[in-house]
């Protein structure tokens, strides 16, 4: 079965840092998701993606973060200045609008911030 | 706006008893709902989705919910639980109408089977 990979798994960096996490999508979907999980809590959307352009945004996803694809493949989320607070478990998921299928999620990135 | 709401969050079941995990939700529109379990450290596991027809839906690892629309819930079953069951589990919705599938959580709930 197809997967979403996600690298790097853990990422430590000092506060104040640009970080980006990277998400290889399943070849033919089009959609693409961030989630985000803080230690112990729920998970939260962040932001979807579609068609080269973000599609929605929740309260979360301020101007601190960004979201690309670069190359045609990987699909990156940016935080460009990390606060204490960013520390969390990051998940890409993706899914194919033309089916009603639930999305697929990569392991995630477990990001540290020092 | 879409809400999910899991109303226990911490069960503790001895192995081998039923379990039923309670999620309800909150939605203006049609809804996709789901269950996913979280195993320590680990991500994030599709058990059983209800996309449409029947009610009862069987996933994996021999858990079952039933929606039922009329109390906007989604319970999440299994008749005789083992250890290796122990873990978050977490209800989810998306809007059936549109393409952006993006999920609404609930809060989670850790399910502890104990010998």
């Known amino acids: 079965e197809p997967e979403v990979t996600q690298t790097p798994s853990h990422q430590v960096t000092q506060m104040g840092q640009e970080v980006i996490l990277r998400c290889v999508p399943i070849?033919?979907?089009?959609?693409f998701y961030w989630y985000r999980q803080i230690l112990g809590q729920k998970v939260e959307f962040l932001v979807s993606f579609y068609n080269n352009e973000i599609s929605e945004k929740s309260e979360i996803f301020d101007d601190q973060f960004s979201v690309e694809r670069p190359d045609g493949s990987n699909f990156t989320l940016k935080i460009r200045s990390t606060k204490l607070e960013d520390s969390a478990m990051y998940f890409c998921?993706?899914?194919?609008?033309?089916?009603?299928?639930?999305?697929?999620f990569g392991d995630g990135t477990r990001l540290s911030i020092l | 706006a879409q809400s999910v709401t899991q109303l226990d969050s911490q069960v503790p079941v001895f192995e081998e008893a039923p379990v039923e995990l309670r999620c309800n939700y909150s939605?203006?529109?049609?809804?996709?709902l789901f269950w996913y379990v979280q195993y320590p450290n680990q991500g994030l596991q599709l058990l059983l989705k209800?996309?449409?027809?029947s009610t009862l839906v069987k996933g994996i690892n021999g858990f079952e919910a039933e929606f039922n629309k009329s109390q906007t819930s989604f319970h999440l079953r299994k008749p005789s639980v083992h250890i290796s069951d122990t873990a978050e589990y977490f209800c989810a919705v998306s809007d059936m109408d549109g393409n952006n599938r993006k999920l609404i959580w609930g809060l989670g709930t850790s399910l502890a089977v104990n010998p």
């Open positions: 209800y996309l449409s027809g």
């Open positions: 070849s033919n979907h089009l959609y």
């Open positions: 939605s203006s529109v049609s809804v996709y």
């Open positions: 998921a993706t899914s194919d609008p033309r089916s009603n299928q639930p999305q697929h």
